[in-house]
């Protein structure tokens, strides 16, 4: 919600400055952002009553006195004798009527007025509808103008199963469907009550004579409904977190001032239609227990005061305002008592809580260290899934309709991160992901499993560069005793892939791993360490393998400690892959792999080459080192 | 020829993903400050994730556009870990300190929300349990997190299931606030939902955003980031 600096400073006696208020509001919850003269307020969904200029206002009269800067239209009104039936009491206890007609044409809006729309650059729509706008904004009441001319027959308000279109005055046409707050005339729908009124009825700039509806609808009978039709209404946003329910005839006699202020009233007539008063809860006053819940010392004075400058009115009993729909219980007023004291001011205490310094270390602990151990990476992946198992469990609202099931099974996700990987050029995978799976027999069953997918070489240093990822390799890690699990190969037929390299899976439950296998495990968690991590690049890498021929021993160690240590802005990393001693020759060759990759850019060769020589120069430069057929010159 | 030392060979580590470890790291602080670790079904009934948590059938997040509904609308996609601090309740008696960590789901996909992200949770019950002792918890856990000489703020809000409820920021290095985990003393209607004597207890709650912790301490702009399980991200997280 949008509001204006000046328009909440004229509610005060005294004017704060911005930054005052500004600070005034975060300490009562009202979290926003300042743009200019302008406050963009994020208000929690508890708080309709703060929805416009009073609401804040009235909230922050426990830090400026508040003085009620608008005029309302003081005069006896005569009394409508309006053709309507509220069928739906429940939803709708309380709605008055305004004939308002007018005698003349408007010139131009007065500065609050015209502000309202320049400022918070809001749309002129028609005279009627602009002043009903404007008040919603200053009150917080929507209210809806009918042209009273196209109301010719009895009007109806009720809550009842559509299927009728409807077209709103927006222009958009909308299919109605299921239960929904309608007003309708003969057979028509004119209105979707709380939301959006219709064509039909509209007013517009020719309008002279209007029939302003002004009510409390129950938040329940309104919540949903705007996103149900895709329609954007600041009235529903107010009525789906309540409106006061007993400020309706202020609000029309608000209208009525402010129609005056701008043209010639002919006549004014008011009807309402109420399911008895409106009965104001009551609550005990409990200083000792306010103090209980927030831990304060306050005495029942300062609670008093509190409470009345948040517009309660206090003696024995507290009686909440018809504008606080979230008051109910002691808690509820704790909260009025910190939001006035401020969250930060209310000292903090200690608790006797026994603290524990060992940590335990699970079964899944062991499984997962043991695993990153050997290379593995651990993968997180969404339970949502494209296939159906005869036990899967079916979203009733999928994100995607593709994937409208829960998975049952761990291995098509791995599949998809393998791919994934190989399409960014990655030789050695190892991936697992632990995860709870879900299923349904005669109810629904949850079962722990490790996936767990390789492909590729085994490793990247000279002992494993040549040796590949198979089922023989996992074997062998996964040594349980007295314990059967299936490693299945993946078929790459029906992948989107060029690779070669034979895809391994297995999925094990975490139940049928052995406790002789996680109790052999030594696994000390290593300890977390946080860091700033770098941005993947979205640029292809380009490998570049090079052998070294050593035949002066003594510069092997010096051969070895700058391959170790090379670094470049476009070397992503290097590894050697190939170690052999020919101690017949006495030489010595040693096989580099380097993998060059920008964040910023697909490098060209030519940088390539220029980045191999300024790593690999220093080394030709040393007495019995060469890299046979290559030129650094 | 000498003798000639081969290269030494470099073990590949593999690594956690990043959001169990900070998960990890947020339960582990939790556990040493004496909150038991509890587990519960990310599948739950509309009673125990919305009912019970004081969540009315007209609140905002019980629409279908919110919330994942499965089985003919039997059963729900956990919006948050809550349900197990109910469980757990409704399973001891105070006092209790339990805390929870784990995946939740919300019907939402953008640059900035994803269906699937992680909470940790906990909650503290006794008796004469305040305001004030809940700010002490949370000073703690979040001095723990990010270190002791933190400027944090406590600044109101609203949970359907605590009252009164707050928000917790920190001051980031480059002088803004961020906000960092949502709490509250626990609503009594929760407490007698839970078969728990609201005149006689009370506690609080809190919970905290793993991805939102993860992003901060890495530095990690892009949620989206984490579920690529592009190894080149997974990669520097060893």
């Known amino acids: ?633 | 020829m000498d003798k000639i030392d081969p290269p030494a060979i470099i073990k590949d580590l593999g690594s956690l993903h990043p959001i169990n470890q900070t998960k990890k790291h947020l339960l582990e602080i939790l556990s040493q400050m004496g909150f038991k670790e509890v587990h519960g079904p990310e599948i739950e009934t509309e009673e125990f994730n919305f009912d019970m948590l004081n969540i009315k059938e007209q609140h905002p997040a019980r629409q279908m556009h919110d919330t994942f509904y499965v089985e003919n609308k039997s059963y729900v996609l956990r919006t948050h870990t809550s349900p197990v601090q109910i469980r757990s309740m409704l399973d001891s008696k105070p006092p209790i300190a339990f805390t929870s960590g784990g995946k939740v789901f919300r019907k939402d996909d953008d640059a900035t929300h994803l269906p699937m992200f992680h909470q940790v949770e906990g909650i503290y019950i006794d008796k004469d349990v305040t305001f004030a002792n809940l700010k002490e918890v949370i000073q703690e856990i979040l001095k723990n997190l990010f270190g002791s000489n933190l400027q944090i703020r406590f600044r109101p809000s609203y949970f359907p299931f605590t009252e009164p409820s707050a928000e917790a920021d920190i001051m980031s290095e480059s002088g803004k606030w961020l906000e960092i985990l949502g709490c509250g003393i626990v609503n009594p209607v929760v407490l007698r939902n839970c078969n728990i004597d609201s005149e006689l207890f009370s506690g609080f709650a809190f919970g905290l955003g793993v991805e939102r912790i993860a992003m901060l301490k890495y530095g990690v702009d892009d949620i989206r980031d984490f579920y690529k399980s592009n190894l080149d991200f997974l990669g520097q997280f060893t």
């Open chain 1, 1 to 633: 919600m949008k509001i204006v600096y000046n328009d909440l400073i004229n509610f005060f006696s005294k004017k704060p400055t911005k930054e005052l208020l500004s600070k005034k509001l975060f300490q009562l919850g009202h979290e926003h952002d300042i743009d200019g003269d302008i406050y963009d307020l994020d208000l929690t969904p508890n708080r309709g009553d703060c929805l416009s200029l009073l609401g804040l206002a009235r909230d922050l009269n426990i830090f400026f006195e508040l003085v009620e800067p608008y005029e309302l239209f003081k005069e006896e009104i005569e009394k409508l004798d309006l053709d309507f039936e509220n069928l739906s009491p429940d939803e709708c206890p309380c709605i008055s009527f305004l004939e308002i007609e007018i005698d003349g044409e408007i010139a131009e809006y007065k500065p609050y007025l015209e502000n309202f729309f320049t400022i918070l650059k809001n749309n002129k729509v028609n005279f009627f509808t602009d002043v009903s706008n404007y008040i919603s904004y200053e009150l917080g009441q929507p209210t809806h103008c009918f042209d009273r001319k196209k109301i010719k027959n009895k009007l109806i308000f009720e809550n009842r199963d559509c299927s009728e279109s409807f077209k709103t005055l927006m222009d958009s046409e909308i299919k109605l469907h299921g239960q929904n707050c309608i007003f309708s005339m003969g057979d028509e729908i004119i209105s979707l009550a709380g939301v959006m009124g219709g064509e039909s009825t509209a007013c517009s700039p020719d309008t002279k004579s209007a029939l302003v509806e002004c009510a409390y609808f129950i938040p329940k009978a309104i919540i949903g409904k705007s996103l149900k039709y895709n329609l954007s209404s600041d009235a529903a946003h107010k009525f789906e977190r309540g409106v006061d329910a007993n400020g309706q005839i202020e609000v029309l006699r608000r209208f009525i001032k402010v129609v005056e202020d701008h043209v010639k009233i002919k006549s004014v007539k008011i009807q309402t239609f109420s399911e008895g008063s409106f009965k104001l809860k009551n609550l005990p006053f409990e200083t000792s227990k306010i103090n209980e819940i927030l831990g304060t010392n306050l005495k029942d004075s300062e609670y008093k005061n509190i409470l009345e400058k948040f517009g309660f009115f206090v003696k024995d009993q507290i009686i909440v305002p018809s504008y606080r729909s979230d008051i109910s219980c002691q808690n509820d007023l704790s909260e009025e008592v910190a939001r006035a004291i401020g969250y930060d001011n209310i000292d903090s205490k200690p608790i006797n809580l026994e603290s524990k310094k060992i940590q335990q270390i699970t079964k899944i602990n062991k499984i997962e260290n043991f695993l990153v151990s050997h290379g593995f990476f651990e993968v997180i992946n969404f339970p949502f899934s494209p296939q159906e198992a005869s036990n899967s469990i079916c979203i009733d609202n999928p994100l995607d309709s593709k994937k409208e099931y829960l998975r049952t099974s761990l291995e098509f996700s791995l599949i998809e991160n393998l791919l994934y990987n190989e399409r960014r050029q990655k030789e050695s995978i190892k991936l697992f992901e632990i995860s709870d799976l879900y299923s349904k027999d005669l109810e629904i069953r949850q079962e722990k499993k490790l996936g767990i997918i390789i492909s590729g070489r085994v490793g990247n240093n000279y002992l494993d560069f040549s040796k590949k990822l198979d089922d023989k390799y996992l074997n062998q890690l996964l040594n349980f005793k007295n314990s059967s699990f299936i490693i299945s190969e993946i078929s790459r037929n029906g992948l989107k892939t060029k690779k070669k390299d034979k895809i391994f899976y297995t999925e094990i439950l975490i139940d049928d791993i052995p406790d002789e296998f996680t109790d052999t495990i030594k696994s000390e968690p290593a300890p977390i360490r946080f860091f700033n991590y770098k941005p993947t690049s979205q640029f292809p890498s380009s490998a570049r393998d090079f052998s070294f021929s050593i035949t002066d021993t003594n510069n092997y160690q010096e051969v070895l400690d700058h391959l170790n240590d090379l670094k470049h802005e476009n070397l992503k990393h290097s590894f050697i892959f190939d170690f052999f001693e020919n101690k017949k020759n006495n030489e010595i060759k040693i096989g580099v792999r380097l993998v060059f990759q920008s964040t910023l850019k697909t490098l060209s060769d030519n940088e390539i080459e220029k980045s191999i020589v300024d790593l690999l120069k220093p080394l030709t430069r040393l007495k019995g080192v060469k890299i046979p057929g290559l030129n650094l010159e």
